[in-house]
Nanobody
């Protein structure tokens, strides 16, 4: 079993910054990727940033240049630095890790609320 824990959410003004942290622990053998998703009220969960084992990093178009994912492979952590925040960034942010052994397994954190005020 793998546990995923997020922290760092909160309230920030437009143009401000927040840093979210994610730590995965447990039976982790090989990590395919770690990622951050978000879900705003009434919307589907969407990918924000993804850091793959092959070194490829992917961002949603709406966050490019403002949000940065920092991955520590040895510690199985993935932080999300959020700068120049906009009200549209308001959502619950979820950390996601995919690990693989005989097959691929997906694990999610409980989510952390980020609210950007105008």
């Amino acid at each position: 079993q793998v546990q995923v824990t997020e922290s760092g959410g909160g309230l920030v003004q437009t143009g401000g910054s927040l840093r979210l942290s994610c730590a995965a622990s447990g039976n982790i053998y090989s990590v395919n990727y770690m990622a951050w998703y978000r879900q705003a009220p009434g919307n589907e969960r969407e990918l924000v940033a993804k850091s793959a084992a092959n070194g490829i990093i992917t961002y949603a178009d709406s966050v490019k240049g403002r949000l940065t994912i920092f991955r520590d492979i040895a510690k199985n952590t993935a932080d999300l630095q959020m700068n120049s925040q906009e009200p549209a960034d308001t959502a619950v942010y979820y950390c996601h890790i995919q690990v693989y052994g005989s097959m691929r397994y997906n694990y999610w954190g409980q989510g952390t609320q980020v609210t950007v005020s105008t």
